[in-house]
């Protein structure tokens, strides 16, 4: 696990600046602190901070070149099948000089060509792969978007080009950075993020998962997906997995997470697990436990009445294991807010739970391990969010009430009034975003559906598929960002391309089953992720395979509230277009929702892109923030044209 970055001038044979490269490897040294190096030539740039996991000499340091010298590669992930690759490239000639996956990723583009071997590679990716006789670069990143990737074509000094990097901060030294006024606009009406093309940052662009970028020396760029999921859905795997009985499908999915989980172990470092106190992650935990004793268990205990510790603690003593815990406060929750955007990028109120994560991170890396699995994944592929149990009632639910409330506003005059249509703010976002953000994934999954005559009838492919895209992809974000500020790699057994076709492919049956005995609210006698569930019953007792979703859950950012001398030195306004009254006004009359926005809105403008050093905003925060006790009245209410203190200013 890695940081990567690059440069490359169009119809320019001229030296990038080198210590324009050494500053954005610099800015990405979290990510890899054992190496940090870069390469310079004609017309490019190349460079490297290394997190060592696998062969841990320095000759598998990066940028990586091959034996002629001809083609240069700077890569950030594990692929988890590359001893068998190797062992197909030996066959065909190939003589290695290491023990690294990076030097056979790069030996399988050389023998291969990016388009087919891109898809071949079973684990998270991204990398810069650079042919210094034709000039050509290609950027790719893995099909599920574990691993980041972000480019601008920019003016670079000295000519036009194109710039690339695991992080936006390490474009500064090439470009100004500044907001995407519409991108932040459609923040503060309640889209979450990141997306797959376009950031807060004006001209910075994120690569989608599953796709490949070529430029070459005329500027020229092209895109093209290698491995869009809807791939996964394969006929003959349909019929196959269809015509399983319970049992068989239990015992299908238990060899296959299990041979996952050994895979993802691998490495000459250490490996440990998160653990959650949740399904998934004790799945995880319990299977690595039996294949390593000595597996490091870490748990980020957030205080209050959702804590999962004591779970947590009973798996690691029935499994015989030590449990790291590091204790989270509502206090982290708002000192933690500059340090995570800091690494986040973006604000982060559609992941809340983002400092327990960097937290437990933090804990890891001080206990010396490098890696920690994750159960991320299983809630998409096998349908664990407790809505999906209920959606068949909620969807006949909505269709009547939808009904009624057409009727109602075709009303004249009167009835837009009783019944507004609250999908107009959706509409706007949507107009704001129109590219490639959400109707490309929309649209790929339809179509892979009506292609394949087995999924009709059954909504809950769809249902996978869906969550596999924006949804997963923000959490994998939030992983990688959260992991690699401590520099710990995050690793998703799950996401194993044999458990995500088996997932894929799998009929509903066998995700949400109708139970008598279920008797949870959110989902009544519906079991969800049951197949999960049921090879979790063969590792740990029942009162822990069978519970419920949490999920670091916190309450603290609804009771989170801002004194109106937070924005009293604020620039928002600046990038908004709001003049100091107008912003005063706006926070004044904001509901809660945006106004936590807005504030993680004025952290962002002041770490990402005034620079202000992370410790400073947290002193602002300190001295202007208040969180409710449960219970207590706002201290600042809403009031149309007016804000009411309801006790002293802080």
């Given at each position: 696990?890695?940081?990567?970055?690059?440069?490359?001038?169009?119809?320019?044979?001229?030296?990038?600046?080198?210590?324009?490269?050494?500053?954005?490897?610099?800015?990405?040294?979290?990510?890899?602190?054992?190496?940090?190096?870069?390469?310079?030539?004609?017309?490019?740039?190349?460079?490297?901070?290394?997190?060592?996991?696998?062969?841990?000499?320095?000759?598998?340091?990066?940028?990586?070149?091959?034996?002629?010298?001809?083609?240069?590669?700077?890569?950030?992930?594990?692929?988890?099948?590359f001893r068998e690759l190797r062992a197909e490239l030996?066959?065909?000639?190939?003589?290695?000089?290491?023990?690294?996956?990076?030097?056979?990723?790069?030996?399988?583009?050389?023998?291969?060509?990016?388009?087919?071997?891109?898809?071949?590679?079973?684990?998270?990716?991204?990398?810069?792969?650079?042919?210094?006789?034709?000039?050509?670069?290609?950027?790719?990143?893995?099909?599920?978007?574990?691993?980041?990737?972000?480019?601008?074509?920019?003016?670079?000094?000295?000519?036009?080009?194109?710039?690339?990097?695991?992080?936006?901060?390490?474009?500064?030294?090439?470009?100004?950075?500044?907001?995407?006024?519409?991108?932040?606009?459609?923040?503060?009406?309640?889209?979450?993020?990141?997306?797959?093309?376009?950031?807060?940052?004006?001209?910075?662009?994120?690569?989608?998962?599953?796709?490949?970028?070529?430029?070459?020396?005329?500027?020229?760029?092209?895109?093209?997906?290698?491995?869009?999921?809807?791939?996964?859905?394969?006929?003959?795997?349909?019929?196959?997995?269809?015509?399983?009985?319970?049992?068989?499908?239990?015992?299908?999915?238990?060899?296959?997470?299990?041979?996952?989980?050994?895979?993802?172990?691998?490495?000459?470092?250490?490996?440990?697990?998160?653990?959650?106190?949740?399904?998934?992650?004790?799945?995880?935990?319990?299977?690595?436990?039996?294949?390593?004793?000595?597996?490091?268990?870490?748990?980020?205990?957030?205080?209050?009445?959702?804590?999962?510790?004591?779970?947590?603690?009973?798996?690691?003593?029935?499994?015989?294991?030590?449990?790291?815990?590091?204790?989270?406060?509502?206090?982290?929750?708002?000192?933690?807010?500059?340090?995570?955007?800091?690494?986040?990028?973006?604000?982060?109120?559609?992941?809340?739970?983002?400092?327990?994560?960097?937290?437990?991170?933090?804990?890891?890396?001080?206990?010396?391990?490098?890696?920690?699995?994750?159960?991320?994944?299983?809630?998409?592929?096998?349908?664990?969010?407790?809505?999906?149990?209920?959606?068949?009632?909620?969807?006949?639910?909505?269709?009547?009430?939808?009904?009624?409330?057409?009727?109602?506003?075709?009303?004249?005059?009167?009835?837009?009034?009783?019944?507004?249509?609250?999908?107009?703010?959706?509409?706007?976002?949507?107009?704001?975003?129109?590219?490639?953000?959400?109707?490309?994934?929309?649209?790929?999954?339809?179509?892979?559906?009506?292609?394949?005559?087995?999924t009709h009838g059954d909504a809950t492919y769809g249902?996978?598929?869906?969550?596999?895209?924006?949804?997963?992809?923000?959490?994998?974000?939030?992983?990688?960002?959260?992991?690699?500020?401590?520099?710990?790699?995050?690793?998703?057994?799950?996401?194993?391309?044999?458990?995500?076709?088996?997932?894929?492919?799998?009929?509903?049956?066998?995700?949400?089953?109708?139970?008598?005995?279920?008797?949870?609210?959110?989902?009544?006698?519906?079991?969800?992720?049951?197949?999960?569930?049921?090879?979790?019953?063969?590792?740990?007792?029942?009162?822990?395979?069978?519970?419920?979703?949490?999920?670091?859950?916190?309450?603290?950012?609804?009771?989170?509230?801002?004194?109106?001398?937070?924005?009293?030195?604020?620039?928002?306004?600046?990038?908004?277009?709001?003049?100091?009254?107008?912003?005063?006004?706006?926070?004044?009359?904001?509901?809660?929702?945006?106004?936590?926005?807005?504030?993680?809105?004025?952290?962002?403008?002041?770490?990402?892109?005034?620079?202000?050093?992370?410790?400073i905003s947290v002193g602002r925060l300190r001295d202007?923030?208040?969180?409710?006790?449960?219970?207590?009245?706002?201290?600042?209410?809403?009031?149309?044209?007016?804000?009411?203190?309801?006790?002293?200013?802080?």
């Open positions: 696990m890695c940081g990567i970055t690059g440069v490359f001038y169009a119809n320019d044979e001229s030296v990038p600046d080198r210590s324009r490269i050494a500053e954005s490897v610099r800015q990405l040294r979290h990510r890899g602190p054992d190496a940090d190096s870069f390469v310079s030539g004609p017309g490019f740039a190349l460079g490297h901070a290394r997190l060592s996991l696998v062969d841990l000499d320095p000759r598998s340091n990066q940028p990586f070149a091959d034996a002629t010298g001809r083609y240069l590669l700077v890569y950030n992930g594990e692929v988890y099948n030996e066959m065909a000639g190939r003589v290695f000089r290491t023990q690294s996956d990076t030097e056979v990723v790069l030996e399988l583009l050389i023998a291969e060509g990016p388009a087919a071997a891109l898809p071949r590679l079973n684990g998270m990716f991204a990398l810069g792969f650079y042919d210094r006789q034709t000039g050509e670069l290609t950027l790719a990143r893995d099909r599920f978007g574990m691993k980041p990737l972000f480019w601008a074509e920019t003016t670079l000094p000295g000519g036009c080009g194109l710039a690339f990097a695991s992080e936006i901060k390490a474009l500064r030294p090439w470009m100004t950075l500044t907001p995407e006024s519409g991108v932040l606009t459609a923040y503060l009406m309640k889209f979450g993020g990141p997306m797959q093309g376009k950031t807060m940052f004006r001209g910075v662009k994120g690569l989608a998962p599953g796709e490949m970028l070529t430029f070459d020396r005329s500027g020229q760029t092209r895109q093209r997906r290698f491995a869009p999921l809807t791939d996964f859905l394969d006929g003959s795997e349909l019929d196959r997995l269809a015509g399983l009985t319970p049992d068989q499908a239990v015992d299908e999915f238990d060899e296959r997470i299990n041979a996952a989980v050994k895979s993802h172990l691998f490495a000459d470092a250490r490996v440990g697990a998160f653990c959650s106190g949740g399904v998934d992650s004790s799945l995880i935990v319990s299977l690595a436990a039996r294949q390593d004793r000595g597996v490091a268990l870490f748990h980020a205990n957030v205080e209050g009445p959702w804590s999962e510790v004591e779970p947590a603690r009973a798996l690691a003593r029935h499994l015989g294991c030590e449990l790291n815990v590091v204790d989270v406060t509502e206090q982290d929750f708002v000192d933690m807010i500059p340090k995570v955007i800091r690494h986040y990028e973006q604000p982060f109120t559609y992941h809340p739970n983002c400092p327990p994560l960097m937290m437990v991170a933090q804990l890891a890396r001080d206990k010396g391990v490098k890696g920690l699995l994750s159960g991320e994944g299983s809630d998409e592929l096998f349908l664990g969010y407790p809505w999906l149990g209920r959606k068949s009632l909620t969807d006949a639910y909505e269709k009547i009430i939808g009904l009624g409330t057409k009727l109602v506003r075709s009303i004249p005059g009167i009835g837009p009034i009783l019944a507004p249509n609250r999908s107009a703010n959706f509409s706007e976002v949507m107009g704001i975003l129109t590219n490639r953000e959400m109707a490309d994934d929309f649209e790929q999954v339809e179509a892979g559906l009506r292609d394949h005559r087995q249902w996978s598929l869906d969550y596999m895209h924006h949804h997963l992809r923000t959490l994998l974000h939030r992983n990688d960002t959260m992991g690699m500020a401590a520099s710990i790699e995050a690793r998703f057994p799950f996401l194993d391309l044999g458990v995500a076709k088996f997932g894929v492919n799998l009929p509903g049956r066998f995700k949400l089953r109708r139970s008598p005995f279920v008797f949870e609210k959110a989902h009544p006698f519906v079991r969800d992720k049951w197949v999960v569930r049921s090879v979790a019953d063969r590792y740990m007792p029942r009162d822990l395979s069978q519970r419920i979703k949490i999920g670091f859950w916190t309450t603290t950012f609804q009771r989170m509230e801002a004194s109106p001398a937070f924005y009293a030195t604020s620039r928002l306004g600046d990038y908004l277009g709001l003049g100091a009254s107008q912003l005063k006004s706006t926070v004044e009359n904001a509901d809660h929702d945006l106004r936590l926005r807005l504030l993680h809105c004025d952290v962002w403008t002041r770490v990402m892109i005034e620079g202000e050093d992370p410790e202007h923030v208040h969180i409710r006790k449960h219970g207590e009245s706002p201290r600042y209410v809403r009031k149309v044209g007016a804000v009411r203190s309801a006790s002293a200013p802080i």
